[in-house]
């Protein structure tokens, strides 16, 4: 499930452009989980309507500030303006203010869009990932796809235990685990092994599917 859709604007793509290609990857990660997880974390609002998306890598607090399009029917998209690498706590208002003339612009060009014919240039977060990843295929991406299930999986697992009111420490017992080994799980699935995966989720009494494709068929494990 996705709870909307990041699209980027031609200012964020070229600050994405500058970054390392490591820096840029985390950029992606966390937009990918905030889009899956709606973590608070990853994406939060700053002021009026304007949002915050945060990665940190090696230190450097990577920044890329967004705004909500709710005015499809279809679909739930956040535009992301442009970034910058934060030095102090807060955000500079500058930046902010940045992003709200950019947000303006683009719904003043959304409405003349019909008789212009010209949209503002964007793209998709699948766009940006072919671009600075790698197409799907490439160990690179196919790596980071891998990585990103898998903590996906972990949330998931947080989400379903905290519904179900239960402690690490009382999901370890009933899967018969350690307290550290379900806080290590819930962090990310990827030295899980499938047994333990599904273990837990029948202590959680929640289902998992699991779809197997050999060349175009598919199979289902549950």
């Known amino acids: 499930m996705r709870y909307f859709e990041t699209r980027f604007l031609e200012e964020a793509d070229e600050f994405i452009e500058k970054l390392d290609k490591k820096s840029a990857n985390k950029v992606f990660y966390n937009i990918d989980l905030a889009e899956q ?11 009026g309507e304007i949002w915050e998306f945060r990665s940190k890598y090696l230190g450097n607090e990577n920044r890329l500030l967004a ?5 499809e029917l279809t679909e739930t ?17 500058r930046e902010i203010d940045k992003a709200e003339q950019i ?28 671009k600075h990843i790698g197409k799907i295929g490439t160990k690179e991406r196919d790596e980071y ?65 699991f779809n197997v494709k050999i060349e175009d068929d598919y199979l289902q494990l549950i």
Request: no cysteine.
């Open 77 to 93: 998209l956040v535009l992301a303006t442009h970034g910058f690498v934060k030095k102090d706590q807060k955000v500079p208002q």
């Open 67 to 71: 705004f909500w399009d709710k005015t």
């Open 37 to 47: 997880t709606n973590d608070p974390r990853l994406f939060k609002k700053l002021q």
């Open 103 to 130: 947000r303006q612009q683009y719904f003043d060009n959304k409405r003349k869009v019909v008789m212009a014919k010209k949209e503002m240039k964007n793209y998709s977060l699948a766009e940006m990932k072919d």
């Open 145 to 209: 796809e891998y990585e990103l299930r898998m903590d996906v999986l972990g949330h998931m697992i947080k989400t379903a235990r905290k519904e179900r009111k239960l402690t690490q420490e009382q999901l370890g017992k009933l899967v018969g685990v350690r307290k550290s080994q379900i806080s290590k799980l819930e962090r990310s699935a990827n030295s899980a092994t499938i047994d333990t995966i599904l273990k837990v989720f029948r202590a959680l009494k929640a289902e998992i599917n």
